[in-house]
């Protein structure tokens, strides 16, 4: 069966005026299309304003054929997910009068004040729940302001994680070329290739930009400049003769190696060749939920601190003030840690498990 909508007259706001680079009407429409929205019956003077772009892939139609699953006025800016939670919690009706969590905002955008309003809306809804303690408190509020900037203009969000993956590569290179006396420099650079590996998301999220090719650039990316500036700020080190810093290093290198393999074969062969790494699950994962109500046991704490410490955005800003103060062989050791568990729990699920499963798709 058809999954159809319809937006209708008399509009809410003017569907010409632009919010975070894209028209209120488009980005109604891309939205509707992302709930699975395979058919929009949409007015036929307003069908001439939807511009030709790849993205949009559903059928416009001036007069709906059968009654639509979801209707709305035209001129509305809502969060990107709210027809998705509609659809999957099998609403009909109007958009405008279902029922909405505090975080689904739905925004009439009649002028430019009211647009700047649903643009503010639009950025704070791509906050994750899932970001880490240093993605929160530095490297978020960094990329969203550049992502605000860029968000206009033509570039992609490929084109972004290659300008991201550029300042990492120059990181790596930079050690590899001045040895110990650039760690400083150097992970400077990594932490700035962390913050810019945020922008490529948020641009693609607020201009429905998506591909495959995009995942794995962005993930291959990451592992790139994860693996090749732990390998090369532990060269540098056993150069100096820090002997334990190599093995160390050795050791974390090889088994980040067989956590990439086991990675990318779960991709391949149970995410369906999604690059996304919430495509599969490893068995004893679970799906994030919101920290329970009332006071944490001392374990608790000390279980969250250590998952929080564990994620990409905390052991790549931990080279940075360890490089400034001397000490990178601690976050070289942290990293040899993370690396090496990581390894040795993939490989084994593939040793005794077969691999990670296929992910149950969520929104």
């Known amino acids: 069966m058809t999954r159809r909508a319809a937006l209708t007259l008399p509009a809410a706001g003017d569907p010409r005026l632009e919010v975070a680079g894209l028209s209120v009407l488009f980005r109604q429409l891309l939205s509707l299309q992302d709930a699975g929205i395979e058919e929009v019956a949409l007015p036929a003077d307003l069908i001439a304003l939807v511009p030709a772009d790849p993205r949009l892939r559903l059928r416009l139609v001036p007069v709906a054929a059968e009654p639509p699953l979801l209707t709305a006025p035209v001129g509305l800016v809502w969060h990107r997910l709210l027809p998705k939670h509609l659809v999957q919690r099998g609403y009909r009706g109007g958009i405008e009068q279902a029922p909405r969590t505090p975080d689904e905002f739905l925004l009439a955008v009649p002028d430019a004040a009211a647009a700047r309003q649903a643009e503010d809306l639009l950025f704070g809804a791509l906050l994750k729940a899932t970001d880490g303690i240093v993605s929160r408190a ?77 995942e794995w650039l962005d993930q291959v990316g990451d592992d790139v400049v994860n693996v090749g500036f732990f390998a090369v700020a532990g060269w540098a080190l056993w150069r100096e003769g820090a002997t334990v810093v190599g093995w160390m290093t050795l050791v974390g290198t090889v088994l980040h190696l067989v956590y990439q393999a086991s990675l990318y074969a779960g991709l391949v062969f149970r995410g369906g060749g999604s690059g996304s790494i919430t495509s599969i699950r490893w068995w004893g994962q679970k799906d994030h939920v919101a920290a329970p109500a009332g006071p944490r046991t001392p374990f608790q704490v000390l279980k969250e601190t250590v998952e929080l410490a564990g994620r990409r955005d905390f052991f790549t800003f931990l080279y940075l003030p360890a490089a400034l103060l001397g000490i990178t062989e601690v976050a070289l050791a942290w990293c040899a840690v993370i690396y090496s568990v990581s390894g040795v729990t993939t490989g084994l699920q593939w040793l005794v498990r077969g691999g990670p499963e296929p992910a149950p798709r969520t929104s």
């Not at 900037?149 to 994680?161: D, F, S």
């Not at 050690?175 to 945020?198: E, N, T, Y």
Request: aromatic share 4%; charged share 15%.
């Open 138 to 214: 530095i490297n978020r509020k960094i990329s969203l302001a550049i992502t605000r900037m860029l968000i206009r203009t033509a570039l992609t969000p490929n084109q972004m994680t290659l300008i991201a993956l550029g300042f990492g590569l120059a990181a790596i290179g930079l050690i590899g070329w001045g040895g110990a006396a650039m760690l400083v420099p150097g992970a400077l650079l990594v932490q700035l290739q962390s913050i810019l590996d945020g922008c490529d998301g948020e641009i693609s999220r607020l201009k429905y930009i998506r591909s495959r090719l995009g």
